[in-house]
């Protein structure tokens, strides 16, 4: 059973910085993949970075790479979202989720285990 929690989220002014955080259980490490996602009010839930656990390897998309990094930190079962220089538009709920396929997905329906969400409030 994979469980996760999600924490770090809060309310920034528009070009500071946060570090979402990503507690996980229950995960085979050594095939287990996160996924960060974000959802807004009226939106789609959009795809934000992935991270492989054994491998490190990492996904992110055009819309928050150069701004945003994922890592992991295997020994404390961790995956981290730093974000940087942060927009009224990151504003959203943030949540981690463990990828149920067997090949790399940005959709949101490959995805379980959801965690509660974190918000994250980026004012201008």
């Known amino acids: 059973q994979v469980h996760l929690v999600e924490s770090g989220g809060g309310m920034v002014q528009a070009g500071g910085s946060l570090r979402l955080s990503c507690a996980a259980s229950?995960?085979?490490?050594?095939?287990?993949?996160i996924g960060w996602f974000r959802q807004a009010p009226g939106k789609e839930r959009e795809f934000v970075a992935r991270?492989?656990?054994?491998?490190?390897?990492?996904y992110l998309p055009d819309s928050v790479k150069g701004r945003f990094t994922i890592s992991r930190d295997n020994g404390k079962n961790t995956v981290y979202l730093q974000m940087h220089s942060l927009k009224p538009e990151d504003t959203a709920v943030y949540y981690c989720?463990?990828?149920?396929?067997?090949?790399?997905?940005?959709?949101?329906?490959?995805?379980?285990?959801w965690g509660q969400g974190t918000q994250v409030t980026v004012s201008s």
């Open positions: 991270i492989y656990w054994s491998s490190g390897s990492t």
């Open positions: 989720a463990s990828l149920r396929t067997r090949y790399p997905s940005i959709r949101s329906e490959s995805y379980g285990d």
């Open positions: 229950g995960l085979t490490f050594s095939r287990d993949a």
